[in-house]
């Protein structure tokens, strides 16, 4: 499956933005599906990650309750709406796909921030917050 991350942009601290993660050439469904973001000099990061059916979440604490991770199958997406943004949240952010684990939550939650179970990446969107 190949993934096109979108949505980002320029926002004040404070300000909101939704990310997409839209994917084509094969079913997302199938897959667990996780957001990671890149700041200026550091190594990327897990942000967020949702189950193949959106029943299950996990975040980073530094967004847990700031971020929403949900997903429309139907639509092939899965979206990341971003609150009380703050300057330290720029980066380029990336989503990526997992069917590894047989998609199973449980086993794949211990996981969820290892960029290597991780099959397809998106090209990144990034996210400037000003202060």
């Known amino acids: 499956v190949q993934l096109q991350a979108s949505g980002g942009g320029l926002v004040q601290t404070g300000g909101s933005l939704r990310l997409s993660c839209a994917a084509s050439?094969?079913?997302?469904?199938?897959?667990?599906v996780g957001w990671f973001r890149q700041a200026p000099g550091n190594e990327r990061k897990f942000v967020s990650a949702i189950s193949w059916n959106g029943g299950s979440t996990h975040y980073t604490e530094f967004v847990k309750g700031r971020f929403t991770i949900s997903r429309d199958n139907a639509k092939n997406t899965v979206s990341l709406q971003m609150s009380s943004l703050k300057p330290e949240d720029t980066a380029v952010y990336y989503c990526?796909?997992?069917?590894?684990?047989?998609?199973?939550?449980?086993?794949?939650?211990?996981?969820?921030?290892?960029?290597?179970?991780?099959?397809?990446w998106g090209q990144g969107t990034q996210v400037t917050v000003s202060s």
């Open positions: 050439g094969g079913t997302l469904s199938r897959y667990i």
């Open positions: 990526a796909a997992s069917d590894r684990y047989g998609s199973v939550w449980s086993r794949f939650l211990p996981r969820a921030a290892s960029q290597s179970d991780y099959n397809s």
